[in-house]
C-alpha cells in the first residue's frame, strides 16, 4: 500500500472492456481559435517534446508509481492555434468520452499529449498513439486516444467524472 492507502501495482494494467470508438487517426484542435489544427502522428512527433515523471493514481483505489510520459505539451498547441480571448474551457476527447479542463489548469500545470511511456512508443491498450497526462491530475482525467480538443467559453459535462469505479478493478 501507498502512503495514501492506494494499492500500488508495478504496471499500467489493460482494461478489456476499454477500447476506442474507432481507429485514431489525427488531432484536431478546434473551437474558440484562430487556427484550427489537425496532426497525425508523425506531426505530433515533429514537435518539440516535454517529460513528466509522476505516479499515476486511478480513482478505483491503485497507483503505479514513476510513470515517465513523454509528449506535446498542450500549451505549445495553444500557441499554435492562438485561442480566442473568450476561450476558457478545453474539452478533451476520444469518441463519447471527454474531461474539461480550464485554461488556468492547462498553463499552469503539466498537462501534456503523451506519445511514450516509460522510454516506448505508447502502446495502444494504453490510449497509444496520444493520450491526454493532466498532470497531477486522476487516471480519469487520462483520455486514452484523444482525438479532439475543443476550445469553449463553459466547462462541458465531463464524461471522465461519471465513470463507473466498480465495473472494472486491475
Not at 496532426?39 to 515517465?68: M, R, T
Not at 491498450?125 to 463553459?154: M, Q
Amino acid at each position: 500500500m501507498s502512503d495514501t492507502g492506494d494499492q500500488v501495482l508495478d504496471h499500467l494494467p489493460v482494461f478489456s472492456n476499454v477500447t476506442p470508438a474507432s481507429q485514431w487517426e489525427r488531432l484536431r484542435v478546434r473551437g474558440l481559435v484562430e487556427q484550427p489544427l489537425e496532426l497525425d502522428q508523425e506531426s505530433l512527433l515533429a514537435l518539440a517534446q516535454q517529460g513528466i515523471a509522476e505516479d499515476f493514481h486511478c480513482v478505483e483505489g491503485w497507483v503505479v508509481p514513476d510513470q515517465k510520459w513523454e509528449g506535446v505539451p498542450v500549451s505549445t498547441l495553444l500557441g499554435l492555434t492562438k485561442p480566442l480571448p473568450e476561450a476558457k474551457h478545453l474539452r478533451f476527447s476520444s469518441g463519447s468520452y471527454n474531461v474539461s479542463l480550464s485554461m488556468e489548469e492547462v498553463e499552469s500545470s503539466s498537462v501534456i499529449i503523451a506519445l511514450r511511456l516509460n522510454g516506448e512508443a505508447l502502446p495502444h491498450e494504453h490510449g497509444g498513439p496520444c493520450r491526454l497526462i493532466a498532470g497531477a491530475k486522476e487516471g480519469n482525467f487520462s483520455v486514452k486516444w484523444v482525438d479532439l480538443i475543443e476550445l469553449t467559453a463553459i466547462p462541458v459535462k465531463d464524461a471522465g467524472r461519471l465513470i463507473d469505479i466498480s465495473s472494472s478493478h486491475p
